[in-house]
C-alpha cells in the first residue's frame, strides 16, 4: 500500500482483475482511480480497461503473485 504497509489475499486464476480493484478500493487505503496495479517483474502496469479479464488471461498464473500500487 502506499504507506508501505501490505495486504494479502488469496484469487483465482479466473477471478477478474476488477477483484483485486474492489478489494483495493474496499479497503479505503487509497481512492479509486489514483492508482494503478504494477507487477514489478517483468514489469507491467494494468489498466482498467484490462478489469473484465481474468488473472489468468493477464499472465497472472503463477502460484503466488505480488502486485504493487503505483499512485498516478
Keep these: 500500500m502506499p504507506d ?3 495486504r494479502g489475499r ?8 476488477q477483484s483485486l480493484y474492489d478489494f483495493i478500493d474496499f479497503g479505503r487505503a487509497v481512492k479509486p482511480g489514483t492508482y494503478r496495479l504494477v507487477r514489478p517483474y517483468p514489469r ?3 489498466s482498467d ?3 473484465s479479464l481474468t488473472l489468468n ?6 502460484k503466488q ?3 504493487f500500487l503505483e499512485l498516478i
Design 65 to 67: 503473485e505480488a502486485l
Design 57 to 62: 488471461e493477464l499472465g497472472l498464473t503463477d
Design 10 to 17: 488469496r484469487f483465482l486464476k479466473s477471478d477478474r482483475l
Design 44 to 46: 507491467r502496469a494494468f
Design 4 to 6: 508501505g504497509s501490505r
Design 49 to 51: 480497461g484490462e478489469s
